[in-house]
Structures are given as structure tokens and as C-alpha cells.
């Protein structure tokens, strides 16, 4: 039986800015608009692995992993998408409503009850982009990309935007952070927190833009040290499309 559920969404935060291709079968890699990425969940906590989530509206899908997680990338921007979760046992639809025009990417976050409806939906929606006098070095997208080389070490701006309630917290706190190509290991350069909620807001981080084998993946995370609600926004430096231009 197909299931289908207007769930009240719960906007969280966790970005990143690197530079990943995009997942789910879409097809639009680093270029697609927006990115919807997630986990499934039984009601117990165990993530539900090898199931098929697809937007209805595109046919674009991905399958879960061990981790119950997926990730889909689609050049479909609307402020509404139906999501089908199909496995063993399992057919149904949530629907995820009030996406922001501005949103690049959005977490959804799907728990199912042991008769495969939906008990919980949570979705995570974000923005970011470089501004100021860096801004003519990159292009800003779901993933945003170093289009010009420097010279020297630039003093940069990104901002970023949540909307929605979010347990009613006054503000969501922010990391911005670097690597090494293998993105082995993360080290943080700055902070920041943006306003969300009722008291929806704009939120900024300054940091030194670096492109060099040491400083090849950029990610900003929010709400920081939130692990299991996340979302992910890469900044692609030349260093790292170097890197995988030799893989």
C-alpha cells in the first residue's frame, strides 16, 4: 500500500563547501540546481539500506546506502517535492513542502514505522554563496566553483541563509573548514551563526582563500558539530579538480 503524507517540515542546517560530483541517477553532476540528500530510517533507528528514493516530479534517483543514506541531484526548483521510498516490503510517499527559491540544498530526513508509513520527516534547507570582491572568482551554484585563477592568498566572504523553525533556536551556529586533497583530514579556519526560525537570517564567515595542494576542499557545516542532520555544500578549488582530472 502507497502511503502519502504533507509532512510539516522541520528546517535544520549543516553545510559544506567543497567539491564532490552530485549523486542519484540525474545525471547533472556539479551542474544540477539543487541538491535533495538524506537518510531513511525505521522507527527504531536502523537505516534502511538498498531502498529507491526518487522525485516523482523528475524520475531522478538514488538508492540508500549501508547508512540508509542517499543523495540526488536535479535542476528541478520548486518549493515542493513528492519522494517515493521503495524497498522489500516497502512502497511510499512523503512530500516535502516550503522550499525556500533561495535553497541549494535540502536534507530530508525520512523515519518509517514498522508498517512502512511515514512516523517522522525532517528537511534541512540552506544556502551559501561568495560575495564581495571574491565573488569574481567564483561561480556560485549548488556547488560552488573557483572559475578564475589568483595569484595570491584572497580574503573572501561566504554567505549563507536558513529559513523556517528550527526548535525555535535563535541561531545556528556555523564551521567553516579545509583539507588536503584526500579530504583525509579537516582543520577549522573560522565561524559563524546565522539567524532561523521566526528569526530567519543571514548569517557570514570571512576566511583566506588558499588554492594549493594543502587547502584543496573547503566545506562549512552547520549546525556545527551536528553530524546526523547535515547538509553538505562543496566549494570546487583548481587544486581539486587538478586532483581529479589524474584519478
Known amino acids: 500500500m502507497k502511503n502519502k503524507l504533507s509532512a510539516i517540515i522541520l528546517l535544520l542546517i549543516t553545510f559544506l563547501l567543497i567539491s564532490c560530483a552530485g549523486g542519484g541517477t540525474s545525471g547533472t553532476g556539479v551542474a544540477a540546481a539543487r541538491t535533495l540528500s538524506g537518510t531513511v530510517t525505521q522507527s527504531e533507528g536502523e537505516p534502511v539500506e538498498n531502498a529507491v528514493v526518487t522525485i516523482e516530479e523528475t524520475g531522478e534517483s538514488d538508492l540508500t546506502d549501508e547508512n540508509g543514506q542517499f543523495e540526488i541531484g536535479t535542476d528541478l526548483v520548486t518549493d515542493s517535492y513528492n519522494i517515493q521510498i521503495e524497498g522489500e516490503d516497502l512502497n511510499t510517499t512523503v512530500s516535502v513542502d516550503t522550499v525556500s527559491e533561495e535553497t541549494q540544498n535540502v536534507q530530508v530526513d525520512i523515519g518509517l514505522d514498522n508498517s512502512n508509513s511515514i512516523s517522522s520527516i525532517s528537511s534541512i534547507q540552506i544556502s551559501a554563496k561568495i560575495v564581495g570582491t571574491c565573488s569574481s572568482y567564483f561561480d556560485n551554484s549548488s556547488r560552488i566553483h573557483q572559475s578564475v585563477g589568483i595569484a595570491e592568498d584572497l580574503n573572501c566572504t561566504i554567505k549563507f541563509f536558513a529559513s523556517g523553525d528550527l526548535e525555535n533556536q535563535e541561531e545556528i551556529p556555523a564551521v567553516l573548514e579545509v583539507s588536503s586533497c584526500d579530504g583525509l583530514t ?58 581529479l582530472a589524474l584519478r
Open 186 to 243: 579537516w582543520k577549522e579556519i573560522a565561524r559563524g551563526a546565522t539567524g532561523v526560525g521566526r528569526r530567519s537570517g543571514v548569517g557570514q564567515i570571512g576566511f583566506t582563500f588558499i588554492d594549493d595542494s594543502e587547502h584543496c576542499l573547503y566545506r562549512l557545516s552547520a549546525p556545527a558539530g551536528n553530524e546526523q542532520s547535515s547538509v553538505e555544500i562543496f566549494i570546487d578549488t583548481f587544486s581539486y579538480q587538478d586532483s
